[in-house]
């Protein structure tokens, strides 16, 4: 089974429990209290060339949250091209995934619409 088969399995078996317990013990936070935000874009690259407006409308709006990006080695190069985007780590390198998973966002958008 590859990495990539492996978390999509995992994000499918305990990604909707995982969200529901986080709300019960992480209080929301205002706009004026998010500093990072993460997305989390495992999808092809034309999505990922769909997803820089969003971006850029956020950054626009508000422009004080670092912005990281979570996804595959196949989309990095289109993330690198944003500058809106701090950082990019890719999921199947561990110690990116690790990088990404023990930073502390303030907002997680997972893109992925097939879950």
């Given at each position: 089974?590859?990495?990539?088969?492996?978390?999509?399995?995992?994000?499918?078996?305990?990604?909707?429990?995982?969200?529901?317990?986080?709300?019960?013990?992480?209080?929301?936070?205002?706009?004026?209290?998010?500093?990072?935000?993460?997305?989390?874009?495992?999808?092809?690259i034309g999505d990922a060339v769909l997803l820089i407006p969003a971006i850029?409308?956020?950054?626009?709006?508000?422009?004080?949250?670092?912005?990281?990006?979570?996804?595959?080695?196949?989309?990095?190069?289109?993330?690198?091209?944003?500058p809106e985007v701090r950082d990019i780590n890719l999921y199947d390198r561990?110690?990116?995934?690790?990088?990404?998973?023990?930073?502390?966002?303030?907002?997680?958008?997972?893109?992925?619409?097939?879950?």
């Amino acid at each position: 089974m590859g990495k990539t088969v492996l978390l999509k399995l995992l994000d499918l078996l305990l990604g909707t429990p995982l969200v529901h317990a986080a709300r019960l013990i992480v209080p929301r936070k205002n706009v004026s209290e998010i500093h990072k935000i993460l997305f989390i874009r495992p999808g092809g690259i034309g999505d990922a060339v769909l997803l820089i407006p969003a971006i850029k409308a956020i950054k626009t709006k508000y422009p004080d949250p670092q912005i990281d990006i979570l996804a595959e080695k196949r989309n990095c190069g289109v993330f690198s091209i944003c500058p809106e985007v701090r950082d990019i780590n890719l999921y199947d390198r561990p110690k990116e995934l690790w990088n990404a998973i023990r930073n502390e966002y303030d907002v997680v958008i997972d893109t992925e619409s097939s879950y």
